[in-house]
């Protein structure tokens, strides 16, 4: 299969925003994906919605070991956790904020799909606030049983699915002892999304709208930019 690449705009570094509800959540999700974006040079926005003193220092480690050299700015709130369908407008105000102060490439956010409903929350509010960018919704595996139907897989190399894993266990030692957590789960789910796109491990994302350009319209699209 002709796969579609995560292309750097001219001139600039591609640049990432990262939105999780919870610290970890990213990382689950998407943690192979933003390590195989930092090996060039990226910009990337990372914001957590909620979590306590403990849980944010996870997260600040995990954001500089998932995407080591990157331009990185990060945001954490302590909204409260488990409850952010009540928070809706200060979840819909931070994004805004984030909105009005960068201009992503890509976005990482949960899937409209997802069963916990402060994933939800946030996946019904992204695309009510970006509207000009590349949303690919990541999954979590959990105990609801909500692993549905992806469109888009970015197969892992054998060492970045390893090094996801070793550095989700680094990252968040409050996370241990959860039932869930480990590396049977993640290495399964990972297994399993490699086969359905033909590679050993993958990690898979929903998207719901995409552009795709031929080349000539690329140019043809960026010199009629340029006319008065
Ligand atoms: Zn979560």
Redesign the pocket.
Known sequence: MLPLSLKAPAGAPLSVLAI???P??IEIGAGGLLLGLAESELQARYVVLTGTAERHQEARNAAYAFMPGADLAIDLYDLPEGRLPAAWGSVKEILEDTARSCAPDVILAPSPDDA?Q??RTIAEIVPTVFRDQLCLAYE?PKWDGDIGRPSVYVPLPVSTAHRKLELLHKCFPSQRGRDWWDDEVFLGLARLRGMECRARYAEAFTCTKSVIVPAAFARANAQEKDLP
């Open positions: 999780g509800a919870h970890d959540d916990h402060d994933h979590i």
